[in-house]
């Protein structure tokens, strides 16, 4: 298989992530939400100007993977407050990680998420939260494996539908580093 290169988003990044921003969520969501809902998801979050203003934001950090040059997933952190469940101090919100379909199962996301990791660190994060759909089975396998526990949930709203988001909290950040600082001596 081709190899992934990972590096961080910038500006210039905005009109190729906001496409594959778009069709990693239809290719994940279509088929749990309405064409009308998917659709006004779509327009409100994915765009050349929304994604320029995320890139541009210093609390947030975007990771791009790219394969032959092409953006196949990414991941996005930022620094923004928390639901009362997550009771850590400074945490960090995974607020995406989209992979292509058809690199599913490759060990990419694994990567991305340990960038993620830095680069929450880097936000002065102590610990990763986010937020997944309670039926989306995949998510939560590979959240779980990667030591995340659910703390609650809260809504996310798609479209006109108000869905049950669960929120899980990630090991220490500062453990992962250890780990990795062993993994290398
Ligand atoms: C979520 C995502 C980033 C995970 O990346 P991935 O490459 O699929 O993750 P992995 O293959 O390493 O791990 C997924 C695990 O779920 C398992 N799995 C696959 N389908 C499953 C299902 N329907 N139910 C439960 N587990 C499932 C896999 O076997 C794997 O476990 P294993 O490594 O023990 O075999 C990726 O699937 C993705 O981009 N999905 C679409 C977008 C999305 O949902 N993003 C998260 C929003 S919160």
């Given at each position: 298989m081709t190899p992934f290169e990972i590096r961080r988003g910038t500006v210039a990044d905005a009109a190729e992530l906001a496409e594959l921003a778009a069709r990693t969520f239809s290719e994940a969501f279509a088929e749990s939400n309405t064409p009308e809902d998917l659709d006004a998801h779509l327009r409100a979050t994915f765009g050349v100007a929304q994604q320029a203003a995320e890139l541009a934001d210093p609390d947030v950090c975007t990771l791009l993977a790219l394969q032959e040059g092409r953006l196949v997933a990414y991941a996005q952190v930022r620094r923004k407050s928390a639901p009362d469940?997550?009771?850590?101090?400074?945490p960090v919100e995974l607020h995406r990680i989209y992979l292509l379909r058809s690199v599913h199962g490759t060990g990419l996301a694994a990567r991305l998420l340990k960038e993620a990791g830095i680069a929450a660190r880097e936000l002065e994060g102590e610990n990763l939260w986010l937020g997944v759909w309670e039926h989306n089975d995949r998510a939560l396998a590979f959240y779980r494996k990667s030591g995340f526990k659910t703390v609650g949930n809260h809504v996310f709203v798609v479209g006109s539908d108000r869905q049950t988001d669960l929120v899980l909290v990630g090991p220490p950040l500062r453990e992962t580093d250890q780990d990795a600082a062993r993994e290398h001596t």
């Open positions: 469940c997550v009771a850590i101090e400074r």
